[in-house]
């Protein structure tokens, strides 16, 4: 069993930066991956990037070049540093975590809302 909690959402202006952080606990020796998603309203849930056990990083080409997925495995902690913050980046991000690896996610945090205004 895993458990993830979200924080460091909230409001931002256009341009701005967040760190969010995912809180990991349980049996983290288990986690081959991490990522982060988003789900804006009315849209489906989408991969912001992932994070491998051995630090091999994945990001969506919207997002490449403004955002970084990186983790303190120390404190079981994983960040998303987004920078250049635009209003489209408007949504519900999760933190998601993958067991044996495979290609689907078996742990779900519930999320912190991050809204970035004009």
């Known amino acids: 069993q895993v458990q993830l909690v979200e924080s460091g959402g909230g409001l931002v202006q256009a341009g701005g930066s967040l760190r969010l952080s995912c809180a990991a606990s349980?049996?983290?020796?288990?986690?081959?991956?991490v990522g982060w998603f988003r789900q804006a309203p009315g849209k489906q849930r989408e991969l912001v990037a992932d994070?491998?056990?051995?630090?091999?990083?994945n990001y969506a080409d919207s997002e490449k070049g403004r955002f970084t997925i990186s983790r303190d495995r120390a404190k079981n902690t994983i960040f998303l540093q987004m920078n250049s913050l635009k209003p489209e980046d408007t949504a519900v991000y999760y933190c998601?975590?993958?067991?044996?690896?495979?290609?689907?996610?078996?742990?779900w945090g519930q999320g912190t809302q991050v809204t970035v205004s004009s």
């Open positions: 994070i491998t056990d051995i630090g091999i990083t």
């Open positions: 998601a975590a993958r067991g044996p690896p495979h290609y689907g996610w078996d742990y």
């Open positions: 349980g049996n983290i020796f288990s986690i081959s991956a």
